[in-house]
């Protein structure tokens, strides 16, 4: 899936949010609203009830952000503040509101959703950054006004950018730990989720809870400024840790929590009575020594940080998700501080059995996946699939896959220009009916006991056009160029990224997004640090990666080719420490939108290795299942290709692979 | 040429130094030193002196730094201080002094060198970093220690970097404008050089100063912060903006200067005495109204930044090379910082006219080149023609090309083992005889009136092993790959490098240093910030770059093969807005040491289509010069190369081209 902000959480959304482009109102007056067309809900009350707290705080402002505590990239309903306030839906947008006026800032793939959504309450402005609600914020409120916030929904540099801006102009951003808009939320405030939080089973897990505790103690002591503690924020760092899951955040299999993790004690704070006994016997919370973890409350995360840092001690933290209301109260000479924590790094690096049970979850989700296309080949032309239902259908494909769970993330299910469109999901009010005279593109994935996935593919059951074939295959040229690519250990994904754009810079195309993003065991999706972005760090072996160039023709069509890779380690002709990707997404491309004439004979054979691996890896299971028609699905769709089958076909291309075989060519 | 420190300033020393790699030494304990070899100098008695100025500022240290006060990538003799206070005379190298040691820090190719030149006053350091040089400043000076140090000589971040670690650590830094090694030097420090400092006839200039202080003061109106001046302290910064030219460096062709460019007065600090009264008519310097220039004396800089910053202004800054001696009298709230001036930005777009200039320089810097290569075919043979001899003969037939001032660096002239040493230079005590038998590799280039060149070129005048043409061959398709990628308008070089290295990493074979650096008319060979690094702008049309991919087999030979770039449009099959690289270096490879075989199709036909630019635009010059013997060695040296000319010839390779042509590939 291409991710929205192009990061795991939303720090990236502001810095990336306009790069898949079209922003074609732009001159327009942005903060002027048509609004005779809403259809929203009437924000007046809790806009009034706002207020009243701003005013008990002497705030002249108050900023609402769309995250979570933990930075989240998914929020539960009960995170679900600036919707609430605003009555607009959509996952991005950050609010303000004043004693006037209110406004919300959003990128340009809501600002139809946010026009229809908000009342006339609401001001909409389409250019999103801190630079832009700073500079709105100083011609709304007087020199000295206060502007108020809530530390839990800031990270660090969010509030370090609102606060610098701020000062140089004379107004105060004040920390408010209580949230202002939960007040007024009141009971009808979604209530926090009461779910167990459970253990994985054994088998499901790569290493034992303990063994993971040990192995970032010993980190902890190399490190040279010998932190005591690792402050885990991010919710995937503490279900990583413990081997635990719950259900709190869609698509997400986490539950609210933090973790201290010290020299001499595992504190983690989640709410006590979610955990069965077994539960707490897995944990070994009845005791107190090192390797026994203590259950402390969510909410007192803050008071024992600080009271913590009472003693002689060093708090390591992953700054890019740790939230400002956590930082303010650890003392700047006791914190280590990095990107991510030693947590988020271990866990972007699969050991070898999180690396068999990632595989295995992929080769069940290509059954499902492959179901579907070959039902969706049956259907199309009968005229009775539509997006949303073909959204439904692969999810039950999926939901008959072994140690499932649930979807990944929103499934994306797009049919001809909607396709082109970032984020599209089909809802079942609004979607488009699949044809055989368009493309269709579907982005899913699934979170399995042993493994989340991720893969998209772009199909055409008509004939289509030329230069569809075309931008099909360069966006598979890119998908395979990457994949093959063979790098120096420890190379950043940013460096080498262009692999994946080449063929299609080549006739003058591109696409607006990022390349490819981390993926985890039964965790996110989108799993940082791992990826093709600036922020991402280099790759190792171990590291799971998707590969994922697209075209985007506005108004026509979309093409996305997604795979998630493993990172491996590379045989080279001379000695040296280089990796490459093992592509694990086991689903066939569309034959029919190959042109086979636009591949080199190195990525000819390319495909069909990886054909053959599909062939080898998939076929018996579905042989095992029974699912014979599908198999021959799969036969048909990964006979070997050759030059031959290029509308070119000629003589010539015959002679080329065997010409280039006597030349010694390493096809 | 590979920069040293793959930055033209110094500030990137320290990261890079150990790109090169071959730290042997590491396990050695770092800083004992066996000075039983010396055959330095004595440093006793201005160790002694310094301490003396030390204990007068009550220091507990003083840090030497290797730069000017402009951030040079070379200094005039009048800054060689360090050099004159250790008696190390290599390029690169921080030293402290404290009351009772003193301790130099260099990078590994500067190692054995050290160790020679210096005497048992200093300690030698092996890991060069501020955060090394503060933990050892940390084990010698005591809490409440105060370090000194000259804030001229030292950048924003590296004093910043100082700054935060000594205050955590309970040091004080302590700027002090005066110069303590020059006091001790006194008047055996060379003077300040007092050469002319002359305007560049108007052949030669892209624009008239006027219309460039135009542009930029149209910039800054634009600016959003609305600067009131812009603080010119880099020294190609001044010579750029006025066409102003002199020697104080070498292989640089600038003067000690800094420009005050306020909106209505534009302010040349400089030696007034180095002006004729020509030159002072040029610069319409008896006037006193926004468009004449104002002479003020070099050294009322820091005077005169402070008078100015009283009134109601905004002075505009580049960070990356300002000193920290400017920077900390100007007040926060008076800045506006930006990684580079709006001089940087502007001067590195060459208009057509600065285009046409440095094209026209490199096809006589080409024919002095080719000179040097078809004597060298003819004389290596006879064993009469070593490393040193041949860089001082490079230099003649450069001397002979019209508007020559001298080489833009320090010729690279290496022959076999020598040239996998990073920036070996022979010396005409220390050098190696060229031989058919080795490979040899020259890295030179000019300084003409109408442009600065730089190209490298590797050869062998014998029977190459199998593993150099290979290696040859991979960094050539390096070099062709990148010239003529492709690529989106604004991309950034660093995710485009990894092009010219992906032939060698298919193989486990890579290179430790950058891939190219921006290049001036008549002023940097590394001119910043254009290029393919980390803090590199984005390309844009107009740029010039050098793409110099290399193999160096430590021991056993080196290899680089370099050209300068021109950014060009690339006209693309769909609409959009695409560059691509016009080579505009035009001397031949060595066809000895290319294995067609390894060639794809279009890398063959880019290689001829390059071959026959170079005929036709140096050709005729030679035929003009009556130069037939190096006419004739271009013809036989840029036959344009074929499949058959492999030594794996065969049918199959006619077959392959013509097949591929049927096909339809773009070849």
Not at 45 to 53: C, P, S
Not at 326 to 350: F, G, H, R
Not at 391 to 420: C, D, H, Q
Not at 439 to 457: E, V
Request: proline letters at 4%; charged letters at 20%.
């Amino acid at each position: 899936m291409a991710q929205a902000c192009w990061g795991c959480y939303p720090w990236l959304v502001l810095i990336c949010a306009c790069a898949w482009g079209h922003p074609k109102s732009l001159n327009q007056r942005e903060d002027v609203r048509n609004c005779s067309t809403i259809t929203a809900v009437n924000t007046t009350a809790q806009l009034t009830a706002l207020r009243e707290q701003m005013l008990t705080q002497n705030l002249s402002a108050y900023i609402i952000p769309d995250t979570d505590a933990h930075m989240s990239e998914y929020i539960g309903e009960c995170d679900q503040r600036r919707a609430w306030i605003t009555g607009f839906i959509g996952s991005a947008g950050i609010a303000v509101v004043t004693e006037r006026k209110a406004a919300l800032w959003t990128d340009s793939r809501y600002w139809t959703q946010a026009e229809r959504q908000m009342d006339c309450n609401w001001e909409l402005h389409k250019e999103v950054s801190t630079g832009h609600i700073v500079t709105w914020l100083l011609t709304e409120i007087p020199v000295g006004g206060r502007v108020g916030f809530d530390p839990f929904l800031f990270s660090i540099d969010s509030w370090e950018s609102y606060d610098v801006a701020l000062q140089d102009a004379d107004r105060e951003l004040v920390s408010i730990t209580v949230n202002l808009v939960d007040l007024v939320w009141g009971s009808e405030r979604p209530p926090l989720p009461n779910a167990p939080i459970y253990a994985l089973q054994e088998a499901f897990a790569g290493s034992t809870w303990q063994e993971k505790v040990s192995n970032i103690r010993s980190q902890m002591q190399k490190h040279h400024e010998r932190p005591t503690a690792v402050l885990l924020s991010a919710l995937d760092e503490t279900a990583w840790l413990f081997n635990l899951r719950s259900s709190d955040i869609p698509y997400n299999p986490f539950f609210y929590s933090y973790t201290l993790l010290t020299d001499s004690s595992i504190r983690l704070f989640a709410n006590k009575s979610r955990f069965s006994s077994e539960t707490l016997q897995y944990l070994n919370s009845s005791c107190n020594s090192s390797m026994c973890v203590q259950l402390e409350d969510y909410s007192q995360i803050r008071d024992s940080i600080q009271a913590y840092t009472s003693g002689d001690v060093k708090i390591w933290i992953g700054t890019r998700y740790t939230s400002y209301g956590l930082y303010e109260v650890i003392p700047k000479e006791k914190l280590v501080e990095d990107d991510y924590s030693p947590v988020m790094i271990t866990k972007a690096v699969k050991n070898s059995r999180e690396q068999a049970l990632l595989k295995a979850s992929h080769v069940r989700d290509a059954v499902a996946v492959i179901r579907y296309l070959a039902w969706l080949e049956k259907n199309v032309p009968t005229g009775t699939v539509d997006e949303f239902s073909g959204a439904k259908r692969v999810e039950e494909f999926r939901g008959e896959e072994e140690f499932f769970s649930g979807p990944s993330f929103e499934t994306i299910s797009a049919s001809g220009l909607n396709a082109a469109l970032a984020h599209y999901s089909p809802t079942k009010e609004l979607h488009r009916k699949l044809s055989s005279d368009e493309m269709y593109l579907l982005d899913s994935g699934g979170q399995y006991w042993d493994g989340t996935t991720d893969i998209t593919r772009t199909v055409h059951w008509g004939t289509p056009s030329a230069f569809q074939k075309e931008a099909y295959t360069r966006v598979l040229i890119g998908n395979i160029d990457l994949s093959r690519l063979v790098f120096p250990a420890a190379t950043s994904g940013r460096v080498v990224e262009a692999f994946a754009r080449k063929a299609l810079w080549d006739v003058g195309l591109n696409y607006g997004h990022g390349t490819g993003h981390g993926i985890g065991n039964f965790l996110c999706v989108h799993e940082w640090p791992v990826g093709f972005q600036y922020g991402n760090i280099p790759m190792a072996e171990g590291m799971f990666t998707s590969i994922e160039p697209g075209y985007y023709q506005d108004g026509e069509f979309g093409i996305r080719l997604e795979d998630v890779a493993l990172v491996v380690e590379a045989k080279t002709k001379y000695p040296g420490t280089y990796l490459t990707f093992e592509v694990v997404s086991l689903v066939p491309y569309d034959r029919k939108l190959i042109d086979v004439s636009l591949l080199s004979p190195e990525q000819l054979q390319y495909l069909n290795r990886y054909y053959q691996a599909i062939r080898e890896k998939v076929g018996p299971e579905l042989q095992r299942r029974g699912l014979l028609e599908e198999l021959s699905w799969l036969q048909r769709h990964t006979e070997p290709l050759s030059a031959r089958a290029a509308p070119t076909t000629s003589l010539g291309s015959l002679m080329t692979v065997s010409a280039l075989a006597i030349l010694g060519w390493s096809v």
